[in-house]
């Protein structure tokens, strides 16, 4: 393969595709759709919707590259021995982590719930990391498969912007992975703190990453002939 250029912020960036990776962040039925877990905080869940054709388009384009493409997903044992007690304690105990939904037990693995949503449904080579915390590198083994590929920088989409996606990208810088966030491709119940998400990614010279949309990266891939 070979390397795009495309406008970013703080500052336009050349990436070499071998080395580069897209990583998918939990965009799963329990964060997207009515009855999960997004719901059961009392979140308006179709705020996450904005985000998934513009990371489909992302996904298909990386599929035609042959980019190595991560998906995670938050999520818990169903004994829920990997789910801090604090974690499960918070909220309504009817509607808590482990508790029985209209998709299953919330952010429980297996359930229907915790699965990720058709439309980014990944392929059968596509890793699937399953996390029991908000940052991907969190009590897995992502880093492990990222260096053994020898990739240096993350295309990051997904949700939601404050959380699971910034503390994922907060990881990854620390551990010397250069991180670009798809703005569009990610979303929040929160408005503000999406837009607060990304600007604290790229403040100070991108002191955590550098973000752009999805359309920069899109027709720099599609120049490629
Ligand atoms: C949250 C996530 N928000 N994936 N998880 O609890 O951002």
Redesign the pocket.
């Known amino acids: 393969m070979s390397s795009v250029t495309f406008e970013a912020e703080p500052a336009p960036l050349s990436v070499d595709l071998d080395r580069a990776a897209l990583v998918i ?2 965009m ?1 039925r329990d ?1 997207l759709e009515p009855g999960g ?2 719901a059961a ?1 009392g979140n308006d869940v179709s705020r996450l919707q904005a985000a998934v054709a513009p990371c489909r388009a992302v996904l298909t384009a990386a599929r035609q590259r042959g980019l190595l493409i991560i998906h995670t997903r ?1 999520g818990h044992r169903p004994d829920l021995s990997d789910a801090p007690p604090h974690k499960v304690e918070r909220g309504d105990p009817a509607n808590r982590i482990g508790a029985r939904g209209p998709m299953g037990r919330i952010l429980v693995r297996g359930e229907p719930g915790h699965d990720i949503i058709p439309e980014l449904y990944p392929l059968k080579d596509e890793p699937v990391i399953d996390k029991p915390g ?1 940052g991907a590198f969190y009590q897995t083994d992502l880093e492990l498969m990222l260096r053994n590929r020898g990739i240096d920088t993350l295309f990051v989409c ?3 912007t ?4 910034n ?1 994922t990208v907060r990881e990854a810088n620390d551990r010397g992975f250069r991180c670009v966030v798809l703005s569009d491709c990610c979303a929040s ?1 929160f408005p503000q703190f999406h837009e607060a998400g990304l600007a604290m990614i790229k403040a100070q010279g991108g002191i955590f990453g550098s973000v752009t949309g999805s359309k920069p990266l899109l027709t720099s891939l599609a120049a490629l002939a």
Do not use: M, P, R
């Open positions: 962040i939990d799963q964060f877990f997004g905080l938050e908000k997904g949700v939601t404050e959380v699971c996606v503390t119940y």
